[in-house]
């Protein structure tokens, strides 16, 4: 039972995660570049606004990895 629970498990987080990594792949530059041509007046946005998304994905991509050690 532990083994079959454990599988699923580690299937779910690679399964929630894949996304999570397509995301932060293609949508987060785009959402940057945007953030800079929507404030051309304010160059430093397009660099905030990728460290931000990067930095709020970095938790999860750590607790993803955890998991599938235990």
Do not use: H, Q
């Not at 660099?47 to 599938?68: E, G, H, K, N, W």
């Amino acid at each position: 039972m532990k083994r079959g629970t454990t599988l699923f498990l580690k299937m779910a987080v690679i399964l929630i995660g894949i996304p999570i990594l397509a995301l932060c792949i293609f949508l987060v530059p785009r959402i940057g570049n945007f953030a800079g041509e929507l404030y051309p007046e304010m160059a430093y946005m397009k660099s905030l606004v990728l460290i931000d998304m990067y930095a709020a994905a970095i938790p999860f991509t750590l607790l993803c990895i955890r998991l599938l050690n235990f």
